[in-house]
């Protein structure tokens, strides 16, 4: 007969690898660690091939249980995504609301929102990621991991769908000891004899900033590369150079070493709600939604 395994015994399975031990995998699960062993080895039995290595005193995925993991992973998702649909059940006034962002949102527009749309549906829980390429992004929500998106990275993708939830821009990040931080607003000509902390040369914000200076005939001195705009800041906060970062993620300026400045050339951006082109929003999502929009209408 073949082996079956039960969620329990996947479930265990993906606590021992994540974790590293049995001891941290019972913490985990909220067993005892003879329990975890005791699953663990009757699972062996159960395959006929040992899953793990043990090598000094650690647990590793032997090339058996490597191959079942990326298995593995699916069912886990799987099995979260039944879990979260319980949970709307019991509590239908609520639900629950599976969103992602991309990091430059995650400092500030979405713990506002999210805050906002927990204070007027209390009975909501909240599932909230961030991805950053609409690669990603894609995945989480053609698998149905999460609901929706709020990007500000154009969401171009043949099997997603977006509405615009409201205008932006670039702006630049300046460090304080830099003089020309001191304007009401800078140009590209301004900033282009500074060091450039460059937020992904390869995505979005950087290949807009790049091409903007390509227009105005500029060169500037990038001297490091980043994948979000949280990274830049931090970096520029230090004074080793300046970046150019969306002006969502610098709403509330948190970094005492630096000024957000406005820049004369238009560097627009839109804030998007995406989700899966064949599965309509949920109900919830589409409050939450209207809960952003409501924000961010007249800012």
């Known amino acids: 007969m073949t082996p079956k395994l039960n969620f329990k015994q996947i479930e265990m399975l993906w606590t021992v690898v994540t974790s590293g031990s049995i001891s941290a995998a019972a913490k985990q699960l909220d067993v005892t660690q003879p329990a975890v062993s005791r699953m663990l080895a009757q699972t062996e039995a159960q395959v006929g ?20 993991l990326p298995e593995i992973d699916r069912a886990q998702k799987a099995l979260q995504r039944v879990n979260d649909m319980t949970r709307a ?66 969401a171009e993708h043949p099997f997603l769908t977006s509405q615009t939830l409201c205008e932006g821009r670039l702006v630049a990040v300046i460090p304080t000891a830099y003089e020309v931080s001191r304007k009401r607003h800078v140009s590209l000509a301004d900033l282009v004899d500074f060091p450039q902390i460059v937020v992904g ?34 970096l520029a906060n230090t004074g080793m150079g300046y970046a150019i970062v969306d002006e969502f993620s610098v709403a509330e300026n948190i970094w005492p070493q630096l000024r957000v400045v406005p820049i004369d050339e238009p560097l627009p951006l839109r804030m998007l709600l995406v989700h899966a082109a064949d599965r309509p929003l949920s109900e919830v999502a589409k409050r939450f939604a209207q809960v952003l929009r409501g924000l961010y209408r007249n800012e």
């Open 49 to 68: 091939v040992a899953l793990f290595e043990r090598i000094r005193g650690r647990l590793r995925p032997a090339k058996a249980l490597n191959d079942l």
């Open 89 to 154: 059940l019991v509590d239908s006034r609520g639900g629950v609301l599976k969103v992602a962002s991309n990091p430059s949102l995650s400092t500030h527009v979405m713990p506002r929102a999210l805050a906002a749309f927990r204070e007027r549906y209390p009975g909501t829980f909240l599932r909230f990621q961030t991805e950053t390429t609409i690669q990603e992004v894609a995945e989480k929500l053609l698998s149905g991991e999460v609901d929706a998106a709020v990007l500000t990275i154009p």
């Open 201 to 234: 040369e390869r995505l979005h914000f950087g290949m807009v900033a790049a091409n903007a200076f390509a227009r105005a005939g500029l060169a500037p001195k990038v001297m490091a590369d980043v994948p979000t705009s949280h990274l830049a800041c931090a």
